[in-house]
C-alpha cells in the first residue's frame, strides 16, 4: 500500500508543477507612491528653482464688473519673466495704454487713494497671488488638507487635495517632480479682512473686507530643458460685499460696499503659435 500512496503523490505533484510551467503567470509590477510630504517638498523646490527665466509674450484678457456694470474688458500683450514662482516676476505691456481702460478706473474709483484703491485686487492681486505659487495655502498649509496619489502614464503624479469649506483641487507632476497642471477652486464662500499698516488715533487708516464668493484657477506649463514655462492661466473671482472703510481720529468718513467680478486669461504666444 506504501508504495501506491508514493506512487500517487509523485504523479500528482508532477502533474501540478507541470501546469504551473505550462500556464502564462502575469506578473504585476506594484509602484509605490511617494509621500505628500515628499511630493510637496520636491515640488517647492523645483518651484524655486526650475522656472525657465525667459521673458515670454502672452495674450492677456481681462473682464472686471462692479456689481453689474463693465469697469474693464480689455485684450492686451504682455511681456511676462519668471524667475522663480515665489512672487518674483515681472510683467508689461508691450503697448502702454494707461489712456484707456487704467484712466477710466482711476476715475470710477477716485474717491480712493492709490494706496487704499480696490484697482489693485481686482486687476494686479490675482495674477500675483498665482504667480507666487509657493505660497498657495494647499501647498504652504497642508496640515489641513486630505491628499491622494495616483501614478498615470509617462511616470507622471496626479494628487488631489481637499480642505473642507475651503479649496479643493487637484495638480500633475513629472517624474522630476516639475509642475505640469494645478486646478483649483473655492468649496464654499469665505471672508478675507485687509488693514493698513498705519493708524490714526485708535483706528487704522483704512479697512477692507470681502468674502470670497468663488475663485477658480487652473495653471499649466510646459517643460523645456528642464524648466518650467508658464503656458497659460486663468483666473475667475466673484468677490461678494466688498466693503471699504477710512477713518479719521473721529471715526469713519468714508464707507463704500460693492460687488465685483474678475475674469483674466493669460496664454504665453509661444505655444499658441507653435500649436
Known amino acids: 500500500m506504501r508504495y501506491y500512496i508514493l506512487l500517487f503523490f509523485s504523479l500528482t505533484t508532477f502533474s501540478f508543477a507541470q501546469e504551473l510551467k505550462d500556464a ?8 509605490s507612491k511617494p509621500k505628500v510630504a515628499t511630493i510637496l517638498k520636491r515640488l517647492n523646490k523645483q518651484l524655486l528653482k526650475k522656472a525657465d527665466t525667459t521673458s515670454f509674450v502672452f495674450d492677456l484678457r481681462q473682464v ?32 502702454e495704454n494707461k489712456d484707456n481702460w487704467f484712466t477710466n478706473f482711476k476715475e470710477i474709483f477716485k ?3 492709490a494706496e487704499e484703491s480696490p484697482i489693485g485686487w481686482l486687476s494686479g492681486f490675482p495674477i500675483r497671488k498665482n504667480l507666487t505659487t509657493t505660497d498657495l495655502d494647499f501647498f504652504s498649509h497642508p496640515n489641513g488638507y486630505v491628499f491622494t496619489r ?20 487637484s495638480f500633475i507632476v513629472d517624474k522630476n517632480y516639475n509642475l505640469l497642471q494645478l486646478n483649483y477652486e473655492t ?24 468674502i470670497y464668493q468663488r475663485e477658480k484657477v487652473a495653471m499649466s506649463f510646459e517643460i523645456v530643458k528642464n ?48 500649436e
Request: aromatic share 14%; hydrophobic share 35%; net charge neutral.
Open 227 to 274: 524648466k518650467m514655462v508658464l503656458k497659460s492661466l486663468s483666473i475667475e473671482e466673484k468677490l461678494r460685499d466688498f466693503t471699504f472703510k477710512r477713518f479719521d481720529e473721529k471715526g469713519a468718513v468714508f464707507t463704500d460696499v460693492n460687488n465685483f467680478y474678475t475674469n483674466i486669461k493669460l496664454v504665453n504666444k509661444k505655444f499658441v503659435e507653435e
Open 24 to 31: 502564462e503567470i502575469e506578473v504585476v509590477n506594484v509602484k
Open 187 to 210: 468649496q464654499e464662500p469665505y471672508p478675507f479682512f485687509y488693514t493698513s499698516e498705519a493708524s490714526i488715533g485708535k483706528n487704522h487708516k483704512f479697512t477692507s473686507n470681502w
Open 64 to 95: 472686471n464688473l462692479k456689481n453689474s456694470d463693465t469697469i474693464i474688458n480689455r485684450k492686451e500683450d504682455q511681456i511676462i519673466k519668471i524667475t522663480n514662482f515665489n512672487n518674483t516676476f515681472s510683467k508689461k505691456n508691450v503697448i
Open 150 to 169: 495616483e501614478w498615470l502614464d509617462n511616470d507622471e503624479l496626479l494628487v488631489t487635495f481637499e480642505s473642507k469649506g475651503f479649496y479643493k483641487g
Open 111 to 113: 474717491n480712493y487713494s
